[in-house]
């Protein structure tokens, strides 16, 4: 039996930088590098950067 192709798209996990333990999930393409973006916390109540943690 054949393997089955790897999906186009991946599902990332946008964790908070401040530690608030708020998380953002994203579908982003397989071959694009991994994000990082600037998004509101509504638990810290304040701007974040947000990174990719793998999975």
Same mark, same amino acid.
């Given at each position: 039996?054949?393997? /089955?192709? /790897?999906s $186009? +798209? #991946?599902? !990332? $996990?946008? !964790? %908070?930088?401040?530690?608030? @333990?708020? &998380? /953002?999930?994203? #579908? $982003?393409? $397989?071959?694009?590098r991994p994000?990082?973006m600037? /998004? &509101? *916390?509504? !638990? @810290? +109540?304040? *701007?974040f #950067?947000? %990174?990719?943690?793998?999975?």
């Amino acid at each position: 039996m054949a393997k /089955k192709a /790897k999906s $186009r +798209t #991946i599902a !990332v $996990r946008l !964790v %908070s930088m401040a530690l608030t @333990g708020y &998380y /953002k999930t994203m #579908i $982003r393409p $397989r071959l694009h590098r991994p994000l990082s973006m600037l /998004k &509101y *916390d509504p !638990v @810290g +109540t304040f *701007d974040f #950067i947000t %990174s990719y943690n793998g999975k």
